[in-house]
Every structure is written in C-alpha cells, then in structure tokens.
C-alpha cells in the first residue's frame, strides 16, 4: 500500500527558529496539503498544492508559512520565527484528482515549539 | 461557512453491537462527505465517501448515510470489535472550497 512519509517524527524547536517539515507525498498523486492539529482540536486545513503553486490556502496560513517542492519527490513546508502556539501535529497528505475519493495523510511531525 | 458537528462525547458500545456516529452540518448541502477514521498520534485514515446524490453507501462492515433534509450523515459500523476503538471524523467541503473541513470527531470505543 503506497503511503505519505513525513520527516521528522518529533521536532523541538526553540522560540523564533525556524523549521521545515518534510514529507514525500505518493507517487503518482498530483495534490499536496498540509493540515495541523493541536493537541485536542480538530484537524485544520493550511495549504494545497497542485502545479507547482498554491492552489488554495486558509488564514492561518499567513507570510509565516511557506510550501514548496524543492525536487520530483518531496514538498515541504518551512515555519519562520515559530511561536509556542505553532506546537502542533502537522500532518501532510496527497490525493490523486482533487480529492474528492480521500486524502492519504502521512503520520504527521510532532512538532514542540519550547 | 459550514459548521461541522460531531457529538464531542466518546461513543462505548459492547463487542458486536453496532456503533452508530452522527455528523451534522448547519448551513447548504455539500457535494459530498466522507468520514476518517483516527488513532493517537497518527494521522486520519479514509475510510468512506458518500456523495449529494447518494442516500447510502456500504464498505464491509461501515455503512454511511446522507440526508441532506437532515442535514446530517450517519456513520455505522456493524458487529464492532475492539479494533475499531478510535476517533472517527467526518468531512465536507464548505466555503465555496472543494477542500474538506473536518469535524471534531467522535471518540468510539468498543469493550471486549
């Protein structure tokens, strides 16, 4: 079964740093997303990609945030003067067409903002 | 926008009875639906779409239903096993989005 690999696991990061959160969507799959999730909450959608832009972003995917797809393979997401508030679960997915048929989501970076 | 409603208390059922979840939305009628299913730490995992035209859909043993009178999908699971204890999330697009906005979920779990 194809799956979405996201790296790191964990991250802890200090106040003001940045970080890139890295995930490796399926294959043959042409949509890209990245959701979060703090602890307790729902799922939250930040951004989709698709053609090498951004195709549709939320507000709190603000000038904080950035995507990009650096090669054929990966797509990752870079968090600028991270907050506490940024600690989350950040979870990448990808789907085939628009999405309708499901995403598959990767098992998400623990991410600790100290 | 859409408001997505998940009953916030955990569902506890007994081995082999059928776990019944409830998804409300408030505003007009998406074009589709579909329900995930989540367990600590990991990230959702599809499990079923069901679209506007559509009343019902099976998979096994999941059933989803649609009632856009209602505005409300039912998400069952029959003969449940303890396997099946996890956070069950439903979504649908809103916003004039075709992206999903998820609801909270509802934590299900199954005694043995």
């Known amino acids: 079964e194809p799956e979405v690999t996201q790296t790191p696991s964990h991250q802890v990061t200090q106040m003001g740093q940045e970080v890139i959160l890295r995930c490796v969507p399926i294959?043959?799959?042409?949509?890209f997303y990245w959701y979060r999730q703090i602890l307790g909450q729902k799922v939250e959608f930040l951004v989709s990609?698709?053609?090498?832009?951004?195709?549709?972003k939320s507000e709190i995917f603000d000038d904080q945030f950035s995507v990009e797809r650096p090669d054929g393979s990966n797509f990752t997401l870079k968090i600028r003067s991270t907050k506490l508030e940024d600690s989350a679960m950040y979870f990448c997915?990808?789907?085939?067409?628009?999405?309708?048929?499901?995403?598959?989501f990767g098992s998400g970076t623990r991410l600790t903002v100290v | 926008s859409q408001k997505i409603e998940q009953n916030s208390e955990a569902l506890n059922i007994q081995e082999g009875k059928t776990a019944t979840l409830t998804c409300n939305y408030t505003?007009?009628?998406?074009?589709?639906l579909q329900w995930y299913r989540q367990d600590p730490g990991r990230g959702p995992v599809f499990l079923l779409l069901?679209?506007?035209?559509?009343k019902e859909k099976r998979k096994e043993r999941l059933k989803v239903t649609f009632d856009t009178t209602l505005k409300q999908s039912l998400f069952h699971i029959t003969a449940s096993q303890p396997a099946d204890s996890a956070t069950y999330l439903c979504?649908?697009?809103?916003?004039?989005?075709?992206?999903?906005?998820f609801g909270r979920g509802t934590s299900l779990i199954v005694h043995p």
């Open positions: 997915a990808s789907s085939e067409g628009q999405g309708i048929d499901g995403y598959t």
């Open positions: 294959s043959n799959h042409l949509y």
């Open positions: 990609f698709y053609n090498n832009e951004i195709s549709e």
């Open positions: 505003n007009y009628s998406p074009a589709y």
């Open positions: 069901i679209r506007e035209n559509e």
């Open positions: 979504a649908l697009p809103s916003g004039g989005s075709y992206i999903p906005t």
